[in-house]
């Protein structure tokens, strides 16, 4: 009797071992009969991948502030397409039901006025739980704060600051001038940190012929070129009779301390007609909106009247003359 014992025991014993080697050989292992396994992935017989999982729980963000992580962020909504298909708006850590390999692109801060919109695209990893921010190859999940931008605009030669009528520059016919406009950028944040910030400069045609103003780069910006095309949104906002705009563009500036930038505008004076008009610069952003005509997804300046949250004009000043 005792023999037989030993005999089932054994049995018992091996069929147990062998059925732990085909468990601890599948992708699941052990895990897969008594826990759940975050990794389903298998292959069928003709060896394709697969995923054992019938769905997943993907938890959108959550998102922190760059520069500020211990800062709170509350009512922040971000933009969920799902294979091209706008799924419309998510709130921060809201759960949505995908499927393995689906095709994902999300924008964070897509609805925020004060954040700049972040792009994130993957495709459905074979989890049933996992947050999109686990997924960042980067920092997409880390949005950026929109700084305050202030403009300066001064000349040397007095102690006027010459930014309004009252207070004019003395110029006269046919001479140069070369105000210096101070770029201030607020911390903990950016303006146009994923694409570039664009400066407009709206002058008098009469006061000035073509190519008597120029804006140039002093220090503290990177890549600053004239443009070969005005965007649209300016040419909309700042198109007036007896005008002409010229665009000049930098990369954008992101940073956790306050930083500055200098510009020289350049200005010569028409030798037959005094200048008596002051001259604008304007500064805009670039960001990710929703246009709202066609409703996809598109990066620079707005480009039509009804987008969601588009790019703005940060600020402004204006030089005079007499």
């Known amino acids: 009797m005792a023999k037989d014992d030993n ?8 069929f147990i071992a062998i059925v732990a080697i085909l468990i601890s050989n599948s992708d699941g292992g052990l895990q897969g009969i008594f826990g759940q396994s975050d990794n389903g ?103 950026i ?8 605009i001064f000349n040397d030669d007095d102690s006027l600051k010459n930014v309004v009528n009252s207070q004019p520059d ?51 910006l990177s890549d600053f070129k004239k443009m070969t095309s005005i965007p649209s949104i300016v040419s909309k906002e700042r198109s007036a009779a007896g005008f002409d705009i010229i665009t000049y563009s930098a990369e954008g500036v992101e940073g956790k301390s306050t930083s500055s930038a200098e510009l020289i505008l350049t200005q010569v004076i028409d030798s037959t007609n005094k200048y008596d008009n002051g001259t604008s610069i304007y500064v805009y952003d670039e960001d990710w909106y929703r246009d709202s005509e066609d409703k996809v997804m598109k990066f620079g300046t707005e480009n039509d009247n009804g987008v969601d949250v588009g790019s703005t004009a940060e600020d402004s000043v204006q030089y005079y003359g007499s």
């Open 7 to 14: 005999s089932n025991t054994l049995l018992t014993l091996g």
């Open 145 to 152: 704060a929109n700084s305050t931008i202030t403009l300066q």
């Open 170 to 220: 003395a110029t006269s016919l046919g001479s140069t001038v070369t105000p210096r406009v101070r770029v201030k950028f607020g911390p903990d944040g950016g303006v146009s940190p994923k694409g570039r910030i664009i400066f407009a400069v709206v002058y008098n045609n009469t006061a000035f012929d073509s190519g008597d103003v120029e804006l140039s780069h002093s220090s503290g």
């Open 41 to 143: 992935l298998s292959k069928d017989n003709a060896g394709n991948e697969i995923c054992l999982f019938d769905g997943a729980t993907m938890t959108i963000g959550p998102v922190e502030k760059k520069f500020s992580p211990g800062t709170a962020i509350t009512g922040m909504w971000h933009r969920l397409y799902i294979g091209n298909i706008d799924d419309g708006l998510k709130a921060d850590q809201a759960t949505k039901a995908v499927s393995f390999d689906d095709e994902i692109a999300i924008y964070y801060a897509e609805n925020a006025s004060n954040f700049y919109a972040a792009e994130h695209k993957f495709n459905i990893p074979c989890k049933k739980t996992f947050t999109t921010a686990s997924l960042a190859k980067s920092d997409e999940y880390k949005v």
